[in-house]
């Protein structure tokens, strides 16, 4: 699919200041987005937004397809009448940029509870004006669980029997509820019902969330760019419902081959994520069904889909159970090109961007290109090594997205602050004829925009000149992650806005 040139920032909704510890679908996301309009900005790229498990990570989730319950804006609810003002007086003193997961995740949830416990209720201790919205949202609440079902009955099943036993994994549940024999888990089904009632409460108000959010973006011309990881949590709903579609032991159900990458410029034993990696002969027996399920979704509610660790569709690094490092790993073969075909059958041809960063063999690029993706260019990559340097911005193609840096890099300043002599003595050489004078921030970002890339994705940390301490990720490292948040909405003023789109209009963006 052909993209047309723009530009547009990256920012997960945790990011977002609020009054409740994390950043919700609330005011302050619909004042992100019109920050982006004036700044004449039309992406927002987020992360995955399923609901987070070990590490709090949005690559490690208990779904593919649901949304996370700790993105819910409460003042949201309170519009709904299902919380009140009064319901948040004993707020904690949160940190300003940070969340404090451990602290945040009981106070949202009690809040949740509340809002769930005046739904069940249907308003009755309110004005009977409000009676009728109660019933029309109830109604809407009926048709989001049928429409569905698919998906939502396994997840609100899983939720339930994780949080029953919250310390071990599915496969080490009862026998009969880990192989899903079906007179076991009807009886889990009444025994579980209002649990599993409040995640399907959860998951109807974040999506009815995110869709009114989508829309108020859509209307501003601004679209959106969902992440699909290409991996899933061990411990999560689509391997319990789907064992068949992955690689595990077939009498344990543990991990029998693990996902992750061999090592690189980000670690020198590779990153062994621990995710099984796929059964590719059953899916392909299946006609990738699983897949293409998880694309159609997605796709219902974001404009513009990443597919992250593209690498793996053409070729995937698998470790054996047991491996504490990813070195002793192999190469082994994916379908990509058979999946990818299946995909534009059922489909049509979707608008997927691929991130191709790490070893990239030809082969990769051939399936890259066969279909058209855009792959990423990233110019923290650019200055350590020569002119052929696949970063730099001459050897850049007009089909990839330009990055200064992404959710995994350090910030610009923090990542100048940290450069070799080696990288800062040919930026200074490449940057002739840039503007002088400006902040390294600022010298990237013009780089980006100046590019022929047809997208450009600039992390909201690097447009607000953040240095170290602002950092999302370092791979590698399974805990102290994703918790960076901005503190004020008054952040985002119209002195950068103006900064922003002077560039961006610069540059044709």
Known sequence: MAFQRASGILLHPTSLPSKFGIGD???????????????????????????????????????????????????????????????????????????????????????LELAYDRFKRGYEDQDPQNHHDMYLLQEKFKRFCQEESE?????????????QNPEITWNKWEPAIAQRQPQALQQKQVELADQIG??????????DQWL?????????????????????????????ANPDNFSLDPETYEVALM????????SATGQLWGNPVYNWEYLQETEFCWWIDRFRFLNRYVDIIRIDHFRGFEAFWQVPAGEETAINGEWQLAPGTELF?????????????????????????????????????VLMFAFGGGSDNFHLPHNYVRNSVVYTGTHDNDTAV????????????LFYRYIVGFATGEPINWVLIRMALASVSVIAILPLQDV??????????????????????????NLLNQDLSDRLIEVTQLYSR
């Open 198 to 207: 409040f995640h399907r409460f959860l998951q109807f108000i974040f999506f």
């Open 212 to 240: 009114t959010l989508k829309k108020y973006a859509n209307d501003r011309q601004i679209k959106i760019i969902g992440d699909i990881p290409i991996y899933v949590s061990h411990h999560s709903a689509d391997v319990w």
């Open 341 to 377: 075909n299946k995909l534009n059958e059922v489909m049509g041809e979707l608008p997927i961007l691929a991130e191709d960063l790490g070893i990239i063999t030809p082969e990769v690029e051939k399936l890259r290109d066969d279909f058209a993706f855009p792959g990423m260019r």
């Open 414 to 425: 923090g990542w100048w602050q940290r450069a070799s002599k080696y990288e800062k003595n």
């Open 259 to 266: 996902a992750g990458v061999p090592p690189d410029y980000f």
């Open 464 to 489: 607000l000149g953040l240095d170290n301490s602002a950092r999302m990720n370092v791979p590698g490292t399974a805990t102290g992650n994703w918790s960076w948040r901005y503190s004020d909405p």
């Open 25 to 111: 679908l609330g005011e302050t996301a619909y004042q992100f987005i019109e920050f982006l309009s004036r700044s004449g900005q039309k992406l927002w790229q987020v992360l995955p937004l399923g609901p987070t498990g070990y590490g709090n990570s949005p690559y490690m989730s208990y779904s593919a397809i649901a949304g996370n319950p700790y993105l819910i804006s409460p003042e949201l609810l309170e519009k709904q009448y299902l919380l009140k003002e009064t319901d948040w007086e004993d707020i904690p003193d949160f940190a300003l940029e940070n969340v404090d997961f451990e602290v945040v995740i009981p106070y949202k949830r009690q809040l």
């Open 151 to 163: 998906w939502l009955e396994d997840y609100v099943l899983f939720m339930a029997l994780h949080e």
